[in-house]
């Protein structure tokens, strides 16, 4: 039988065991909770932007503004014939200001399409202006200001004719940066990431698994591979900025390589991920049991057939993982390349690794900055893409890590 | 002070080392400042099994490790003195370990298969070493190693499953298999049987026997009634040094030395 003292113990050993469990759930909760709450707000502020405010009006193709390509006047000449009790110069560049100013081009293209229009009438639905997209869905009220009332009025008297809508704001995933938030889009900004992120991973992944392998399995343990050893782990928690001011040094000071190029922002990446990377590697390749190397050696294979026979392949999954995570990482990153000039106002989409361009996160930096309503609920949204980026390269490094996962 | 008597060296060597299959003379180990061999000399003859046995941290893994140049990984390790195979120095500088290590294969503590299925395991030998012209030459190669490994019946309608999906002791047999299909001279096994149950002993000990027919083998063991079994001859190590080595029987029933008889009677060890 189990004596009295050994019974108090046994219940305050079993206590003690619950209390812990009690701690980790309530520390999982508050983390979890932080996520919902991060994830919501970022959600709930950011998912208006995916549609687009748009007003249908009767345009007709006349020939004369066609030809001298003012699709611009086509537009003021349908919103004046829809409101034709506006006549002073005044009144008629406030109601203009209810359509956006690059709803013009909605009428080039269709005329570049089928110049068959020419000449014909057609209900368009235009671009509103950004002003008109928040009070259309609710961010702002219609006497916040920032309309006129007469520019309430005439909205108004649009939704009551049914030709406000809500449309899918193709224009958010195409469109490079811009001043006039309906015509912002984030297109450039992926593209310039994609492009970034091409350069950091053709550039890191070789130079840092050749790294760890050569300091892992060939390099004599000595004081010098130690030091390089220390300055690798150090080199990992230099701040990034720092990293930004090496690369405007070296990259665009001394080698004159062109400003806010993806190359460069990419180059000054993979400085900030080789650390990081080559860590993870030489945990990777450590994890693989000695007792495989030995086999192999006392088959006679040489150093270099043991290590890509059996040790990398076996170290892929640590390494995969490592380079994914550190990528992720870098694509995530802003400081160090605000230094090489990637915070540029950029509208056009870069078309190729020297083209001047931005990235998400430098993006979401530019528009977090702009006063416009309509920005915040766009930096959520780009937010949002960013998220979704990182998400999908976490589920590459699982689905990789499966794949290429032994066990012996 | 020097343990091994002069009679007790006498057994170790031959008058003419080039009878030896591996001849070692005065063989000094150092890991770092220890002393961990110490002028060990002995003749491992053709054709037969030889057991290293002592108690644990006496070198002869240490010995046996360096037959192979398997120490050569180990950076802190040196090795003196002089170890001839088939009458030719491996410690010369113009001797590849990688070639060494062909003729002279290892089988080691722990079942080490690679994770490949079972066939790639034995063939990767063969491979690296260009020891096959053809698919089919290596095919034969395999299931050939297989067979003298004692291994074929239990896998040859799985070849193609991991080879770290067999039982202990199976794994052990794919070590051994993997090892003969380099087609090496000397085998060196080491204690290849602690990790096993004594069924999947008593095969590997079988095999063992079988394998004195083509390759000379030398084994480390912890259990003096495996090296009664399976070998013909038996080196008694401790503390560094080679104190006693003679034929099997001799050394178990009349030991020349003091400390060996307080081994094998279990006195210490």
Redesign the interface.
Known sequence: MIDERTARRLARRHAAERRFKLYGMASVAVALAFLVALLVTIVGKGYTAFAQTGIAVEVSFDAGPVKEGDFAGLVKSALAARFPEVTARNDKRELFGLISSGADRVLRDMVQDDPGLIGQRRVVTLLASDDVDMVFKGHVTAESGRLTARQAEWLASLRQTGAVSLGFNTTFFTAGDSREPELAGVGGAVVGSLFAMVVTLCLAFPLGVSTAVYLEEFAPKNRWTELIEVNINNLAAVPSIVFGLLGLALFLNFLNMPRSAPLVGGLVLTLMSLPVIIIASRAALKAVPPSIREAARGLGASRLQVVTHHVLPLAMPGILTGTIIATAHAIGETAPLLMIGMVAFIVDIPAGFLDPATVLPVQVYLWADSPERAFVERTSAAIMILLAFLAVMNLLAIVLRKKFERRW | MNVASKPALDQATLDDRRLAKVSARDVDVFYGAKQALKSVSIDIRPNEVTALIGPSGCGKSTFLRCL?R?ND?I?SCRVAGSIWLDGEDIYTSGLDP?????RV??V?Q?P????KTIYDNVA??PR??GLARSRAELDEIVMTSLEKAGLIDEVKDRLQEQG?GLSGGQQQRL?IA??IA?SPEVILMDEPCSALDPIATAKVEELIDELRQRFTIVIVTHSMQQAARVSQRTGFFHLGELVECGETEQIFTNPRHKLTQGYITGRFG
């Open positions: 192979n398997m990984l950076e990688v070639q060494l290590r062909a294969g290892m080691f722990k080490n298969p690679f994770p990767y030998g690296i070493h770290t070590c993997r090892a380099v």
